[in-house]
Every structure is written in structure tokens, then in C-alpha cells.
């Protein structure tokens, strides 16, 4: 199992800067591809970023390229989403996730194997 804790949310003023962490127990964690997604008040689940088991490959949604950066550390059993420029529009619960496919499941998040509780990220204007 990998069960997920996230930290590191927060409020903070467009421009600013945050830092979310995701901690994962569990001695299987460099397997899984790990991620993270975002729901605002109102709307659907999206998609945000993921990166590879081995951290080689990353990918990212159109509107956080180039402001966010996701990264793990193996040996410390963690991912990070390192989020600059923060816009109001980025006001979301951020949940981790892990999967140990690249597939389809990294679309919607449906079928995800282990999903984080969230952690509240709200950007004022």
C-alpha cells in the first residue's frame, strides 16, 4: 500500500508562491507514478501534473505549464508541486496521487489506485 498524506496548502496572494509535499508510506513507492490533481468549488476534478516512478518524465496541464513543477524523491518516499505565479484561478483542494501506470487513469483520475485526503491551496486577488 501507499497511503498518502499531503501538506504545505495554504492561503497566499496571486503572484506568491507555495510548495505542496506528499508523503507516502510504504516500501513500494518508487513504483508509482505519482500526481497530482485539483478540484475548485463547483467544478470537476483536473488533472495538474505527474511524474514518472523513475522521475525521468513529467507532464503537466496547459494552464499550470511553466508555473508549476513536479518532482519526487525516491529515498524520501515523497513529491512535491512546486507552484509559482500563483493566479485566484489555482484555488483548488490539491489531491496526490499514485497509480503504477502512465495510462488512461491520469485523464480523469478514475480507477486511480491511492488518492490523498487533499490539502486547500487559495490564492487572493
Known amino acids: 500500500q501507499v497511503p498518502l498524506v499531503e501538506s504545505g496548502g495554504g492561503l497566499v496572494q496571486a503572484g506568491g508562491s507555495l510548495r505542496l509535499s506528499c508523503a507516502a508510506s510504504?516500501?513500494?513507492?518508487?513504483?508509482?507514478?505519482m500526481g497530482w490533481f485539483r478540484q475548485a468549488p463547483g467544478k470537476e476534478r483536473e488533472f495538474v501534473a505527474r511524474i514518472s516512478s523513475s522521475g525521468t518524465t513529467t507532464n503537466y496541464a496547459d494552464s499550470v505549464k511553466g508555473r508549476f513543477t513536479i518532482s519526487r524523491d525516491n529515498a524520501k518516499n515523497t513529491v512535491y508541486l512546486q507552484m509559482n505565479s500563483l493566479k485566484p484561478e489555482d484555488t483548488a483542494v490539491y489531491y496526490c496521487?499514485?497509480?503504477?501506470?502512465?495510462?488512461?487513469?491520469w485523464g480523469t483520475g478514475y480507477g486511480m489506485e491511492y488518492w490523498g485526503k487533499g490539502t486547500l491551496v487559495t490564492v487572493s486577488s
Open positions: 496521487a499514485a497509480d503504477r501506470s502512465w495510462g488512461t487513469v
Open positions: 510504504g516500501r513500494t513507492f518508487s513504483f508509482y507514478a
